[in-house]
T-cell receptor
Framework: EAQVTQNPRYLITVTGKKLTVTCSQN?????MSWYRQDPGLGLRQIYY???????DKGDVPEGYKVSRKEKRNFPLILESPSPNQTSLYFC?????????????FGDGTRLSIL | EDQVTQSPEALRLQEGESSSLNCSYT??????LFWYRQDPGKGPEFLFT???AGEEKEKERLKATLTKKESFLHITAPKPEDSATYLC????????????FGQGTTLQVKP
């Protein structure tokens, strides 16, 4: 089954404790992206990757890091999480970053930073 | 700056009562306008891609249309299972890696 898989689905942690949210896709997609969704603010893009070893900032990259060492994986790293990063996070992938290909989303990771 | 505005924020319909959701956009060089459906606790589910003004796409009770400034998602004779949040997003040619989302319209269909 074609899918985007995120782990963990839920996480409660404390300020300053480094964490990684993993994202994996099995569709051989070139493009991957991370979003956060907050009430009243909608979905906002954090980082995206057009291909392996190519990443770029979205609209809200502060406090986050990403890496794209393999085509299928695109982890999101919070090196020193803070309470304002409490949010619902989504990973997405598409065939390519250009040409209007639709993005396919994972089921989300709910992070609570205390 | 690329921008997407959806209206209304919320819409309540009776089963069978047709209506339309609006997505107004400004983008430099539209590469694609996307409609998604999002159920509570789930990721957005892709519905349609529209590429140029005049284009229309249909799926069951949903029909999406596109002009140079806005897109409509028409819902014909909705059923309670159509209740969800509908999201509109655009991709522009100035930065094809970015997808700009609207805030969504939450639709509730009562039996």
């Amino acid at each position: 089954e074609a899918q985007v898989t995120q782990n963990p689905r839920y996480l409660i942690t404390v300020t300053g404790k480094k964490l990684t949210v993993t994202c994996s896709q099995n569709m051989n997609h070139e493009y991957m992206s991370w979003y956060r969704q907050d009430p009243g603010l909608g979905l906002r893009q954090i980082y995206y990757s057009m291909n392996v070893e190519v990443t770029d900032k979205g609209d809200v990259p502060e406090g986050y890091k990403v890496s794209r060492k393999e085509k299928r994986n695109f982890p999101l790293i919070l090196e020193s999480p803070s309470p304002n990063q409490t949010s619902l996070y989504f990973c997405a992938s598409s065939l390519a970053g250009q040409g209007g290909w639709p993005q396919h989303f994972g089921d989300g990771t709910r992070l609570s930073i205390l | 700056e690329d921008q997407v505005t959806q209206s209304p924020e919320a819409l309540r319909l009776q089963e069978g009562e047709s209506s339309s959701l609006n997505c107004s956009y400004t983008v430099s060089g539209l590469r694609g306008l996307f409609w998604y459906r999002q159920d509570p606790g789930k990721g957005p589910e892709f519905l349609f891609t529209l590429y140029s003004a005049g284009e229309e796409k249909e799926k069951e009770r949903l029909k999406a249309t596109l002009t140079k400034k806005e897109s409509f998602l028409h819902i014909t004779a909705p059923k309670p299972e159509d209740s969800a949040t509908y999201l509109c997003a655009v991709q522009g040619s100035s930065n094809t890696g970015k997808l700009i989302f609207g805030q969504g319209t939450t639709l509730q269909v009562k039996p």
